[in-house]
Every structure is written in structure tokens, then in C-alpha cells.
């Protein structure tokens, strides 16, 4: 789930990034921040349910069967879209994840090249870039990755099924209360663990795959000519 996922995801970012550079002319910092958020506003609904199944399976360690159990149950009592429970906390974790990554990356690695005087990134400025921007964006939105997943625990738990969908930020009250051990318990050090070096890698991965096959058919073209 999480390979097609970022593929989708990577190039329809860039695919909206270079049409709002052709389309507003403008190449400001604006124009990743917005891709970004588009870009994954879009890939969060599509993988959504998946999601949701992947957390509710680690979450309590079902059997196959079992979880489908879990979600006949959930359908019949709330409909379809209790497949996207949590969507609300999901979108507004990783669409502002992704607005503040993309923001942070381009400029980061814009720096680097600067202060290296390149014109195109490397696989290590990539990676550092994916890094630090990775880094700060999971900081930054912990409150709505901790509702986010507690709300796919609750997925057909008989004791929430008397309960809308909607009530989401009553979750961030006793978070916002436990403090600075709360927070370590909520999940600040194994998020920001896991998810600065899956961006380094990821990124830098994206970049170097997608340089590669660049100048690979800019060599075949050339040679056709």
C-alpha cells in the first residue's frame, strides 16, 4: 500500500507543481506549499479505508476474518463512510504535513545547493533535505496524528457505535493535558523516529530515480536524432 501510494502521491506533486509554475509564471516558495497540499489531500481520500484496515489489523492483531467482521459491523451501523473514520484528522495531519514538507524541502534544498554551488541537488542533499523538512512537519502536526489513529482504533468496537463520527477533537483534550510525558506516550519520539528517515529515503530516492531516467531519455532522444 505505502509504494503505490507515494508514487501517486510524489508525482502527482510534481506534476501540480510544474503546471502552477506555468500557470501563474510565478516560481516562488507558495507554489510547493500548495502542491503539496493538493497533492495530498487527493491521495489521502483514495487510501483512506486501506488505512484505516492497516491500523485496526496493528492495533489489535485480527485475523483476516475477524477484521472483517470488524468492518461488516461498522458498515451496517454507520453506512460506507464509516470506512473513513478519521478521514477529518487524517486530512488535516497530512495535508498540512505535506504543505509544510514540501515548503521546508524546496527551500532547504535550494540552501544546500547554494552553499555547495550546484545547480541540481545530490542524493545526500536530497536525503538531508527530506530529513530536517520531514522532521519539523511531524512535530508540528502530532496532535492530529494521535486523533487520527485513535479514531481508526475505534472502528467496530461496540462501545463507540452509539457515538457519531464527527466528535473528533474531544480526543485532543486529555492530550493537550498530559503534558510532556503525554506527549512522549502519544507518540512524539517513535512519529519523529520514524518519520524523518522515511522522507530522507523516500525523497532522495524519488529524486535519484527520477534524475536518472531523465537523463536517460534526453540520451536516447538524443541519439535517435
Not at 72 to 79: K, P, R
Not at 171 to 198: D, E, M, Q, S, Y
Not at 208 to 218: E, R, S, V
Amino acid at each position: 500500500m505505502a509504494v503505490p501510494a507515494t508514487v501517486i502521491y510524489f508525482t502527482a506533486y510534481d506534476q501540480l507543481r510544474d503546471y502552477l509554475h506555468a500557470r501563474t509564471g510565478s516560481q516562488g516558495h507558495h507554489i510547493p506549499l500548495l502542491a503539496g497540499a493538493l497533492a495530498r489531500l487527493g491521495a489521502v481520500t483514495v487510501i483512506s479505508p486501506l488505512e484505516l484496515i492497516r491500523t485496526k489489523m496493528q492495533s489489535r492483531q485480527l485475523s483476516y476474518r475477524e477484521l472483517g467482521v470488524c468492518i461488516q459491523s461498522a458498515v451496517a451501523q454507520d453506512g460506507w463512510l464509516s470506512l473513513w473514520r478519521g478521514w477529518g484528522p487524517t486530512v488535516l495531519r497530512d495535508v498540512p504535513f505535506s504543505a509544510l514538507y514540501w515548503f521546508n524541502y524546496e527551500l532547504v534544498k535550494e540552501w544546500l545547493c547554494g552553499q555547495a554551488r550546484l545547480d541540481e541537488a545530490t542524493f545526500m542533499i536530497s536525503f538531508a533535505s527530506g530529513a530536517i523538512s520531514g522532521t519539523v512537519a511531524a512535530v508540528l502536526t502530532l496532535p492530529f496524528d494521535v486523533v487520527k489513529t485513535q479514531r481508526q482504533i475505534e472502528l467496530g468496537d461496540s462501545e463507540v457505535r452509539t457515538l457519531p463520527l464527527s466528535p473528533d477533537w474531544g480526543l485532543l483534550v486529555p492530550w493537550c493535558h498530559r503534558g510532556t510525558n503525554g506527549v512522549l506516550l502519544a507518540g512524539f519520539l517513535p512519529r519523529v523516529i520514524k518519520v524523518a528517515p522515511a522522507c530522507a529515503i523516500m525523497i532522495s530516492t524519488y529524486e535519484f530515480g527520477k534524475t536518472f531516467f531523465q537523463k536517460l531519455n534526453q540520451e536516447r532522444r538524443l541519439r535517435g536524432l
